[in-house]
């Protein structure tokens, strides 16, 4: 049978109560998985509301991205729940001043939108379908449709006008919900590692660079898989994009740390400990070099050097990868290393890692891995490519 | 209903003397924790959530606070031992309502070594995560000062579990206690992360959140909480500071006491004398 807990080994003093971990790996998975939502949204705010035309080949990919990425946000917090039925307790009878009760408002305000957003965006599609198809997927675009065929100028001019006002209240929307990630972790003032007033904006500048790095990646695999042409333009524009929030995260995150440092508070010897030893990997190395200074470097090397075709798609590749991982780390680090400095501040522990059981690393990757095998069908059903929808679009306009 | 008989049934399997009263208590605790987990403010929760109905029992005539004189303490672990039975608490190294810590300052060093029972030598000792004793791990060394801390829940009078918590389920009674309703917990854990005091764990049993409530069924019907009843020395003190005369107020009216970390802003209720400058 299975272990109720795992008890976490630990040098120096550390309260009786902290050798079991509150929170494992599934809360690792959750902000990233809000972040990618808001990341993701982003790409698709840049294109809808911010007019950056050159991103229109991913902006629908970008929209079900994040709604797929969404639909899953929920599943790491139900599964680490202790009792996950009483998950609702949250919403009908909610505690005002905790920043958690607010989740599931934020989490149904925006599936809602994204759905919405999502429908107004691919309904001339499923129009299209439904008249063309007469089989039972036919029946169902139909269906989807909600009995609204019209596709003249006049009923097209209020999709859009419905997309850009979805789209503008997407942007608090999405970056509400991930600040505010941030906030669960800033606002307490019992672990000194988190209690940073910068946490919710570094958590959310985190968010868009993981969120476009997502995009990028996605968008190349896509090219590859469909044997098209990856569109230059639309692909170094995510890159700019990348870099330059990758330098923003950066900035915020050096900011924090070294204010952290330099204010010294009670309890700074035992965080320089773990800085300085357990923290030299996974922080310095992982996160922030490969996965923030690398990527930095590659780009800016291929902007300075004007690199173009195979190898500019390879390097932006590259980096978006790495950024990815950045930003996985940033939350492990965050989440786990908070953990690991000693509310006592006088002691370390070592998080015991866990494969199996119902907060193990399995589930945590089964739940990171979920959102895109969902995105797979919703792309058969709605394909977002440029070459589809937006030719169906010009077509029956 | 349910609640309460579950509440009731946990009670009455505590102790034998509780098994006439367990229920009646048990219905009390329900209807505060029904009552407070509607949407409201930290403090207004309390103010409007309805009295527990405890027979002779007015929540807004106390104001329980915990006195803990660490000049006093030997360490025999007495109250780790009550209140892990008392509290029907895991019998491992891993959860505890209440703990002791040992500082001993070592002659020549600068910083004083920090254990409690739960350190492996300490188990070793003691031969089981079950039994709880102190080592006697610096008999060879040159020992210029030690003294030992008993720490529990602060029953904070602004505590920062009680603003975490998603759905109210954990709140202050009128009476100045931190409690936890476990047929409403969601086990989120925020609460262990916002106590800087480590006072929470989470109980693996019922698959919530659990913590010291000052034996709330015992000090309701006129009792002590377990740990200050069992007490050799008198290093615990606990009572009504809305009464003067009680132990309580005349140990904070004689006594120059201290809190835990006042700088959280918490306002912690449990008062010490003679601790350190290491002990927070």
């Given at each position: 049978?299975e272990?109720?807990?795992a008890?976490a080994p630990?040098?120096?003093y550390?309260?009786?109560?902290?050798t079991?971990?509150p929170?494992?790996?599934?809360i690792v998975?959750?902000p990233y998985?809000?972040?990618?939502?808001?990341?993701?949204?982003?790409?698709?705010?840049?294109?809808?509301?911010f007019g950056?035309?050159q991103l229109r080949?991913?902006?629908?990919?970008a929209?079900?991205?994040?709604?797929c990425?969404?639909?899953?946000v929920p599943s790491?917090?139900?599964?680490?729940l202790?009792?996950p039925?009483?998950?609702?307790?949250?919403?009908?009878t909610?505690?005002?001043?905790?920043?958690m009760?607010?989740?599931g408002?934020f989490?149904?305000?925006y599936?809602i939108?994204?759905v919405i957003?999502?429908w107004f965006?691919?309904?001339?599609y499923m129009?299209q379908?439904?008249?063309?198809?007469k089989?039972?997927?036919g029946?169902l675009?139909h269906?989807?449709c909600l009995?609204s065929h019209d596709?003249s100028?006049?009923?097209m001019?209020?999709?859009?006008k419905?997309?850009?006002a979805?789209?503008?209240?997407g942007?608090?929307?999405?970056?509400?919900?991930?600040?505010?990630?941030g906030?669960?972790?800033?606002s307490?003032?019992?672990?000194?590692?988190w209690?940073s007033?910068l946490?919710?904006v570094?958590f959310l500048?985190s968010?868009?660079?993981s969120?476009?790095?997502l995009l990028?990646v996605?968008?190349?695999l896509s090219?590859a898989l469909?044997?098209?042409?990856?569109d230059?333009?639309?692909?170094?524009?995510m890159g700019?994009?990348?870099w330059g929030?990758?330098?923003?995260?950066l900035l915020l995150?050096?900011v924090?740390f070294?204010a952290m440092?330099?204010k010294g508070?009670e309890g700074?010897?035992?965080i320089v400990?773990?800085?300085t030893?357990?923290?030299v990997?996974p922080?310095?190395v992982?996160q922030f070099?490969?996965?923030?200074?690398?990527?930095?470097?590659i780009?800016?090397?291929?902007?300075?050097?004007?690199?173009?075709?195979?190898?500019?798609v390879?390097?932006i590749?590259?980096?978006?990868?790495l950024?990815m991982?950045n930003v996985i780390?940033?939350?492990?680090?965050?989440?786990?290393?908070?953990q690991e400095i000693?509310?006592?501040?006088k002691?370390?522990?070592t998080?015991p890692?866990e494969?199996?059981?119902?907060?193990?690393?399995l589930?945590?990757?089964?739940?990171l891995?979920a959102?895109?095998?969902l995105?797979?069908?919703?792309?058969r059903l709605l394909p977002?490519?440029?070459d589809t929808?937006?030719h169906e679009e010009?077509?029956l306009? | 209903?349910?609640?309460?008989?579950?509440?009731?049934e946990r009670?009455?399997?505590r102790?034998?003397?509780?098994e006439?009263?367990?229920?009646?208590?048990?219905?009390?605790?329900?209807?505060?924790a029904?009552?407070a987990v509607l949407?409201?403010?930290?403090q207004?929760a309390?103010?409007?959530a309805?009295?527990?109905a405890?027979?002779?029992?007015?929540w807004d005539k106390h104001q329980?606070?915990f006195g803990?004189d660490a000049t006093k303490?030997?360490?025999c672990?007495?109250c780790?031992e009550?209140?892990k039975v008392?509290?029907?608490?895991?019998?491992?190294?891993?959860?505890f309502?209440?703990?002791v810590?040992r500082y001993?300052q070592l002659?020549?060093?600068?910083?004083?070594?920090i254990?409690?029972?739960?350190?492996?030598?300490?188990?070793?000792?003691?031969?089981s995560?079950?039994k709880?004793?102190?080592?006697?791990?610096y008999k060879?060394e040159k020992?210029?000062?030690?003294?030992?801390?008993?720490?529990?829940?602060?029953?904070?009078?602004?505590?920062a579990?009680?603003?975490?918590?998603p759905t109210?389920?954990?709140?202050k009674?009128?009476d100045g206690v931190?409690v936890?309703?476990?047929?409403y917990?969601?086990?989120?854990?925020y609460?262990v992360?916002?106590c800087p005091?480590g006072?929470?764990f989470?109980?693996?049993?019922l698959?919530?959140?659990?913590k010291?409530?000052?034996c709330?069924?015992?000090?309701t019907k006129?009792?002590?909480p377990a740990?200050v009843?069992v007490c050799?020395?008198?290093?615990?003190?606990f009572?009504d500071r809305?009464d003067?005369q009680?132990?309580?107020?005349?140990?904070?009216?004689?006594?120059r006491?201290?809190?835990?970390?006042?700088?959280?802003?918490?306002?912690?209720?449990?008062?010490?004398?003679?601790?350190?400058?290491?002990?927070?």
């Open positions: 049978m272990p109720l807990f008890a630990y040098t120096g550390v309260y009786p109560n902290e079991v971990f929170w494992g790996v599934l998975v959750y998985l809000t972040g990618l939502v808001a990341g993701a949204f982003t790409v698709s705010s840049l294109y809808q509301v950056l035309k080949p991913v902006a629908h990919l929209l079900v991205t994040s709604l990425c969404m639909i899953f790491p917090l139900l599964l680490h202790g009792h039925e009483r998950a609702f307790n949250a919403v009908f909610p505690h005002w001043s905790s920043a009760a607010m989740f408002y989490a149904g305000f599936i939108l994204l957003e999502t965006v691919f309904r001339p129009v379908q439904a008249q063309a198809r089989d039972l997927l029946r675009y269906v989807a009995g596709l100028e006049k009923a001019r209020f999709d859009q419905c997309i850009f979805l789209a503008i209240i942007i608090p929307g999405a970056h509400g919900l991930h600040g505010y990630v906030f669960i972790f800033g307490l003032k019992s672990r000194e590692w209690s007033d946490m919710p570094i500048f968010a868009i660079i969120g476009v790095a990028i996605l968008y190349v090219c469909r044997r098209v042409a990856v230059i333009p639309c692909l170094k524009g700019y994009t990348l929030f990758v330098m923003v995260t995150e050096g924090e070294g440092m330099y508070r700074i010897d035992m400990l773990f800085v030893s357990r923290l990997i922080f310095f992982l070099t490969i996965g923030a200074v690398m990527p930095i470097l780009l800016s090397y291929m902007f300075w050097r004007g690199t173009t075709g195979r190898a500019l390879l390097g590749l590259i980096s978006a990868l950024v991982f780390m940033m939350r492990f680090n965050v989440v786990i290393g908070g000693s509310k006592t501040g002691g370390l522990l998080f890692w494969i199996f059981g119902r907060e193990g690393v589930a945590a990757t089964g739940v891995i959102p895109f095998i995105l797979l069908v919703v792309i977002p490519w440029e929808i937006h010009k077509a306009a | 209903m349910d609640e309460k008989e579950q509440f009731g009670q009455a399997a102790r034998s003397f509780l006439c009263l367990g229920a009646t208590v048990a219905a009390g605790a329900a209807a505060v029904t009552g949407p409201k403010e930290t207004a309390a103010s409007a309805p009295a527990p405890i027979p002779g029992y007015d329980w606070a803990v303490c030997i360490g672990l007495r780790v009550a209140c008392e509290n029907d608490v895991a019998p491992d190294a891993h959860h309502r209440t703990w810590e001993v002659e020549g060093e600068e910083k004083a070594q254990d409690s029972q739960a350190d492996p030598v300490n188990i070793e000792a003691s031969g995560e079950g709880y004793r102190f080592a006697n791990r060879d020992v210029d000062k030690a003294f030992f801390v008993p720490k529990l829940c602060n029953h904070c009078t602004h505590p579990c009680v603003q975490v918590c109210g389920a954990t709140f009674t009128e931190v936890i309703d476990h047929t917990c969601i086990g989120c854990q609460c992360q916002a005091y006072a929470r989470f109980n693996e049993k698959k919530v959140t659990d010291c409530t000052w709330y069924h015992r000090i006129g009792l002590l740990c009843e050799p020395v008198g290093a615990r003190v009572g809305n003067r009680s132990a309580i107020s005349q140990f904070i009216k004689n006594n006491v201290e809190v835990l970390r006042p700088e959280t802003g918490n306002a912690p209720n449990v008062f010490y004398v003679g601790i350190d400058k290491e002990v927070s």
